[in-house]
């Protein structure tokens, strides 16, 4: 592993996209959850109002970890999101009704048009959730993109080798290893995200609100931990094969890491390909599982912050140990490893990645000082008493 | 045109469209509600208080249609341009990137606050959210500016061969951000957020003046929209006036476009109307403004000056971009920006007859209905204007590098739409353009149905809930 600026640059996208999980992931639980935990209308108001004010500010995570893809990574980003199109659309459509089903749901008193929300903000969220952990899978397992440079086409960069309806339905078909993996992916992540918003609900509400995602917390529990031990044991078996071993060029690493994945190629394929750094993967992963252990313990004892803490931790030890496995692929060739996007072929210029590098230093900080400043004015316990009194009283005023 | 690349073009056009219904409400709103929030805390006035609650809550409804309408933008570089994504990502991802970590987070942490703050975090915390949330939506405007004013005048670039291909690389940052055109883009377009807002204010307040309700609430509310609006729709006059004037030397076929300027003349006319057969390359008709060289003036602030026509234009780029249409539609492009004019003349007048008439403001029927169903347009003068700046800008999706009137510096740069779109099918972009397209009319009338019950509802005592 270099300390160069391709590498900070892998780590500070993955702290945004790690960011975006963990804020708008228990939001997304949150929305999962809210017609579990909420049986009548003041209380599912109180479960939309325990993420009222930050849901916006934690959508912000997705927008800046796009764009600091955009800018580090164009050609990652360019890849990516023109490959994967229409799942890339369908989280988009999510995302959008999700905003603005929070937004319109209490502006009508009529039971349909809240039923229709509610419906709108369950479904918008698991969906968000889900392909999420879909578009990790498949990457994870490797994806058929080539790049056009290797045949001397020097403007299209690295495009999808196959073609619609294919491209969609296999990053989510069963019967071929990626898409079984994305699948897999995506269940985990849906499942992290309701433990992630059962730690919200404790620490956020109270009264029967706090029990119900208790309660859920305990059983989804166990699934999880199951899932996650599947993936993990899953990634050890995914390997690339190398189609042409004098392309391999292309993938524009430092001397020595060629050296170390050269000498690990088997018969022309890269055997257990996501784990390279054996000790440090499994650092992770066992601190990854200590830590769903603490937020059990913390959920049944109804400690939210705790909670919080501990499903936080989850994810961070859990989403560093991907980006170990996968450093310095950023995302894998099925087609052949010549063809993968490294983040020494996908980078942008040393300058860019200097002046962004500038700019995440001074702003990444202060933004994490007032989002945190942000969340602690709003951590009062609300329960349908005091959205009741806060109705009241706005009335009087 | 290929399938793909003509829907690939109407959808984000389309998206850009959209957004363009929420954004500009946003910009110049969030400053107008922070300026009531502070009469409140300074003066201690309830109505001062009520109106803050009554136009931000106007505003929640529409911000959360910005967020998602910008949300598929960003995105949609990557999935429609995948080629222009990689071509231009080196330099056009880093002002977005820093737009979301400087100006989004900003604006949209602290509107939290100032949204759900209401007696819960301290006066002073919950007014300077609302300052910090408005100048970050302005500041969000600044960053994506600065990105499309390098679409249009990639300063601060050299062409490189990299891995994948070839592809634009930083040269040099500051060229970047102190890019003229963009720097002109941003005040143009905020300036315009703000008129827009001044007309929303005060559309609403005649709606109910005219009804003879909340008097008091209303004619205070139309006062500040009014010193508002006067002061931006004089400043963009001026500001206008600076773009057309950087537009001129550095987007030479946009200005012959915009001015259905065929031939190359020193001491050119400015066109009140005309009528452009783009094949004959002439005009079938043409109304000068009798004041001689006035364009050329507007252009080079000579009067003398020399312009390029559209027809050296092309063969100028044909020379050296090879066999092409390098002329924008005249038509559409000249007419876009004209009605976008005079719309601006038409809002400063707007403003001043509203002060003149202030006394009695609820007694100038006239007045009042005219402001009611002046509503749409600068909602149209907004459209019309970004359709100028990018349909101006064919056939090219990064203008080749220009400056001093024609003088192209680095062609290499120039990158044609037709060659930056994504491989894709058919069927994948005609399931997301029809699916984009119905969402958001259907989340249009819905946001459009939800601003006119508030708005005609009056203000409400009710709690800042979901």
Redesign the interface.
């Given at each position: 592993m270099h300390f160069d600026l391709q590498t900070i640059w892998a780590i500070l996208v993955t702290i945004l996209i790690a960011g975006y999980i963990i804020t708008d992931g228990f939001d997304l639980g949150v929305g999962i959850l809210h017609g579990l935990v909420a049986k009548t209308d003041i209380e599912k108001r109180v479960t939309l109002n325990a993420i009222g004010p930050v849901w916006d500010g934690n959508e912000v995570w997705f927008i800046t970890a796009g764009g600091a893809a955009f800018a580090a990574f164009p050609e990652l980003y360019a890849a990516l999101f023109s490959s994967l199109y229409i799942a890339l659309f369908i989280v988009l459509l999510a995302l959008i009704y999700r905003a603005v089903s929070f937004e319109f749901r209490s502006k009508e008193e009529s039971e349909g048009w809240r039923k229709f929300w509610d419906q709108s903000i369950f479904w918008s969220s698991l969906i968000v959730a889900l392909l999420i952990g879909v578009a990790i899978g498949n990457i994870l397992a490797g994806i058929p993109i080539k790049n056009s440079a290797i045949e001397g086409d020097l403007l299209h960069g690295f495009v999808y080798a196959e073609k619609f309806p294919m491209s969609f339905i296999n990053l989510v078909n069963p019967f071929k290893f990626h898409g079984l993996y994305g699948l897999l992916v995506g269940v985990t992540t849906v499942l992290f995200v309701i433990m992630h918003g059962v730690s919200w609900l404790i620490w956020k509400t109270e009264g029967s609100i706090a029990e119900r995602a208790r309660n859920i917390g305990m059983k989804v529990w166990l699934p999880f931990v199951i899932m996650y031990v599947i993936c993990t044991g899953l990634a050890y078996t995914i390997s690339f094969k190398i189609g042409d071993p004098s392309k391999l060029s292309y993938l524009n690493l430092p001397k020595d890491m060629m050296q170390q994945i050269a000498s690990m190629v088997q018969g022309n394929v890269l055997p257990h390909a996501l784990f390279r750094f054996p000790v440090i993967e499994l650092a992770l992963i066992v601190l990854a599982a200590l830590s769903a252990v603490g937020w059990l313990m913390a959920v049944k004892n109804m400690k939210g912050g705790k909670a919080f803490l501990f499903s936080t931790l989850t994810f961070l030890f859990a989403g560093f140990a991907v980006m170990f496995g996968a450093y310095p692929l950023a995302v894998p060739s099925s087609i052949g490893l010549e063809h993968s996007i490294t983040i020494y072929n996908g980078c942008s210029s040393e300058l860019t990645l200097t002046v962004m590098l500038v700019a995440a230093i001074i702003f990444t900080p202060i933004v994490i000082a007032y989002q945190a400043w942000v969340y602690k004015m709003f951590l009062f316990k609300i329960s349908t008493e005091s959205l009741k009194k806060e109705i009241e009283e706005a009335a009087e005023h | 045109m290929d399938f793909v690349l003509l829907v690939s073009r109407l959808q984000f056009a389309m998206t850009a469209f959209f957004h363009f219904i929420f954004v500009p409400l946003t910009l110049g709103l969030s400053t107008l509600s922070a300026i009531m929030l502070t009469l409140h805390y300074t003066t201690g006035k309830e109505i001062y208080r009520d109106m803050a609650k009554f136009w931000s809550k106007l505003f929640?409804?529409n911000f959360?249609?910005g967020?998602?309408?910008?949300?598929?933008h960003?995105?949609e570089?990557?999935?429609?341009w995948?080629?222009y994504?990689?071509?231009?990502?080196?330099?056009?991802?880093?002002p977005?990137?820093?737009?979301?970590?400087?100006a989004?987070?900003?604006e949209?942490?602290?509107?939290?606050?100032f949204?759900?703050?209401w007696?819960?975090?301290p006066k002073m915390?919950h007014l300077l959210a609302a300052w910090l949330s408005s100048i970050g939506s302005n500041l969000s405007a600044l960053w994506i500016l600065i990105a499309n004013g390098w679409m249009q005048h990639p300063v601060g670039a050299k062409v490189?061969?990299?891995?994948?291909?070839?592809?634009a690389?930083?040269?040099d940052?500051w060229a970047v951000v102190f890019n003229p055109v963009a720097d002109v883009k941003f005040w143009h377009t905020a300036t315009a957020g703000m008129i827009l807002s001044a007309v929303f204010v005060l559309a609403v307040s005649a709606y109910h003046l005219l009804r003879k309700q909340h008097v008091e609430f209303f004619k205070k509310s139309a006062y500040i929209a009014l010193i508002f609006g006067l002061i931006a729709s004089i400043g963009e006059v001026i500001i206008g006036d600076i773009h057309a004037h950087e537009v001129a030397k550095t987007q030479p076929t946009k200005l012959a476009a915009m001015e259905a300027l065929w031939e190359t003349k020193q001491g050119a006319n400015v066109l009140i109307a005309a009528w452009a057969d783009q094949k004959a390359q002439k005009n079938i008709i043409e109304i000068p403004l009798p004041i001689p060289g006035l364009l050329s003036f507007l252009a080079t602030h000579d009067f003398n000056g020399k312009l390029l026509g559209a027809k050296d234009l092309q063969k100028m780029f044909e020379e050296k971009f090879g066999p092409g249409n390098y002329i924008p539609p005249v038509n559409f492009v000249f007419w876009a920006f004209h009605i976008m004019v005079y719309l601006g003349f038409f809002f400063v007048i707007l403003f001043i007859w509203g002060l003149t008439k202030y006394r009695n403001l609820e007694n100038a029927t006239g007045f009042l209905k005219v402001a009611l169903y002046s509503l749409p347009l600068p909602y149209i003068a907004c459209w019309l204007g970004w359709a100028t700046a990018e349909v101006g800008r064919q056939p090219w999706i990064v203008y080749p590098l220009t400056d001093d009137y024609g003088k192209i510096l680095l062609p290499d740069i120039g990158l044609k739409t037709a060659?930056a779109v994504?491989?894709?099918?058919n069927?994948?972009v005609i399931?997301?353009y029809i699916?984009?397209l119905v969402?958001f009319t259907g989340?249009a009338i819905?946001?459009f149905y939800?601003l006119s019950?508030?708005a005609s509802k009056g203000p409400e005592?009710?709690?800042?809930?979901?």
């Open positions: - | 929640a409804i959360a249609l967020v998602a309408t910008g949300l598929v960003e995105f570089f990557g999935m429609n995948s080629v994504s990689r071509f231009v990502g080196d330099i056009f991802g880093a977005l990137a820093i737009e979301g970590l400087l989004f987070f900003m949209s942490t602290f509107m939290g606050v949204l759900f703050g007696d819960k975090v915390v490189e061969i990299f891995v994948a291909g070839k592809r690389e930083l040269a940052w060659q994504s491989p894709l099918t069927i994948e399931i997301t699916t984009f969402t989340l819905a946001d939800l019950k508030f005592k009710e709690a800042e809930l979901y």
